[in-house]
């Protein structure tokens, strides 16, 4: 195997991949930044911290996740096969759920009883209100309105849980709007509260520590590759809204050189139709939620509304990693549009009787585009970051169908 | 020497405080900035912090959130802020413009690009809410080669060691955000400002602004007492958003009138 002579470098010590990322916030928030950077740094050093999740991931969340082979659906592509990592199998349905865990660990640490979380679609929201009632703590989840609207099963599923959910009326009322409120929630009360960033975005040490906490995703599979397949994939193929499934999956594998990473994101209504949420693809490197990534902006450098039909994926921005990773020609990025998408949800439904999330359909038509380019001795590895049960009544409503 | 520095230096030579309001770009529209701006005046500003409107301003309350999206509804950018900053020029050259505002915009045109049109423009310092000083070397340095003052923010959670980071990066006037928070916020620690403002003046060698809760004449004589100058911000978009159209402009300059009296008062009861 050919290895990289010097280790992956990233961040650097300031929080930098290169010229993305960094630390570009309010000076209010400078020493809670600083504060959770000890406590992080902290907490690697500390075996009983480290095998205590581990403990949480094997018992309360059902890790390892398995590998599944898509046999059916690779013989009627007629190429490449397609191995699944079976996220969606996860306590919750979601890869979110590891870097909860991760970070209300570390919350408890640092002594603080409060957490806080941003949510789209509402899959980090329940992540976080899941963790936040196993460890008895406060949890508060900022939601745009427009998302409390379409996802009200998730905000009844927080609120069982025991969250308080607070709908978003400024902005656009999604996901960008509740995390610029989550932010103010923090530095309004960060003596006592812990802000669980859902993504690896936001200022440093987020992207790496969420980063850390879901690389779990991509240790397991190189452990379970060679197992199931005689070897690693050729591919790595992950969806891309923030970025965090995709970055715990690739981040094992960088080092791999001969690994291909391929990152997907939302291309809507296609990327020329200006109705997407593409950011690496088709956005300018700017500054937004602390830190220096690709961003969809217009040309006086406000940010644009996205769109896509995965909520968990319409997001103006990307992890500052991504950003890096697409620069350096380390991992490349590649556009699936909404029909691209619900297409693959479809057959994978119907072919290997998994009900697949929508954001991770982005990966699955990808790689059912590439299967069929390539000989029958390759393999795809794609991380299937999350079941569809949420996504029931978008696909329906698609489909002309109400319940 | 720059306009911010003479401005302070005069006030301190008659005893007095700097009067520092805050107003959106663009807020209620475009026509009407230049003439509030000319209103602060009257109603005895000394400096005036002209927000630059950003879709995402993750560091303001809510008050100033909308008072951008109400700027940006209506087509506000960063290059038309700059047109308003020149045209306020042609009626008044003495008045320090401080723009602030999110670092986007202003990558979006390009660092030169802005430090010399803003420069062209009349503007006088620049507050970037999101470039702390650890991530805006270069941008301090081409505002300070184009004759601009870098103003950064303190906060009550800064150590010492930031005192000495901004002491270096920036000039013109200190920033110092009085509660933790975002701005329009209730609950101003006046014992923490009164303890905290002498020595952030003594390590940055600068003048000391406070705002972030400063809402009417006692917070802002309150203030006064112990800070070189005291911003407004929410409380004046309040009274935009609260004047009928063709009152806005009279009831903003009549309210900052009202704050400069408390003010001047201070100085009064000292001499």
Known sequence: MQMADTPYPFPDASGHFGPYGGVFVSETLIPALDELRAAYAACQRDPAFMAEFEYELKHYVGRPSPIYHARRWSELLGGAQIYLKREDLNHTGAHKVNNCIGQAMLARKMGKPRVIAETGAGQHGVATATVAARYGMECVVYMGAEDVKRQAANVYRMKLLGATVVPVESGSKTLKDALNEAMRDWVTNVHNTFYIIGTVAGPHPYPMMVRDFQAVIGKECIEQMPEMAGRQPDYVIACVGGGSNAMGIFHPYLEHREVRLVGVEAAGDGLDSGRHAASLSAGRPGVLHGNRTYLLQDEDGQIIETHSVSAGLDYPGVGPEHAWLKDSARAEYVGITDAEALQAFHDLCRFEGIIPALESSHALAYAAKLAPQLGRDKVLLVNLSGRGDKDMHTVAERSGIRF | ?271
């Open chain 2, 1 to 271: 020497m720059s306009k911010i520095h003479t401005t302070f230096a005069r006030l301190q030579g008659e005893g007095r405080k700097a009067l520092i309001p805050f107003i959106t770009a663009g807020d209620p529209d475009a026509d009407t900035t230049v003439p509030l701006m000319h209103a602060l005046v009257e109603g005895g500003a000394d400096i005036i912090e002209l927000g630059v409107p950003f879709s995402d301003p993750m560091a303001d309350g809510p008050t100033i959130q909308r008072a951008s999206e109400r700027a940006l509804a209506k087509g506000m950018s960063l290059r038309k802020v700059l047109a308003l900053v020149a045209e306020f020029r042609r009626r008044d050259a003495a008045t320090p413009v401080v723009l602030m505002g999110y670092a986007n915009p202003i990558e979006a045109m390009g660092i030169d690009a802005f430090a010399g049109a803003a420069a062209a423009a009349g503007v006088d310092g620049v507050l970037v809410v999101d470039y702390p000083p650890q991530e805006c070397a270069g941008f301090a340095a081409t505002l300070k080669a184009a004759g601009l003052d870098p103003i950064f923010l303190l906060a009550p959670t800064s150590s010492a060691q930031r005192f000495a980071e901004v002491a270096q990066a920036g000039s013109g006037y200190i920033y110092y955000v009085s509660l933790k928070g975002v701005t329009g916020s209730a609950n101003i620690d006046m014992d923490e400002v009164a303890r905290r403002i002498p020595q952030i003046r003594a390590a940055v060698g600068m003048p000391v602004g406070v705002g972030f809760g400063i809402r009417d004449a006692a917070s802002a004589r309150r203030i006064g007492e112990v800070a070189d100058g005291v911003v407004i911000g929410s409380r004046i978009i309040e009274e935009i958003e609260n004047s009928p159209t063709d009152q806005v402009v009279v009831r903003v300059r009549d309210f900052i009138k009202g704050i400069r009296d408390a003010l001047d008062q201070i100085g009064e009861q000292a001499r």
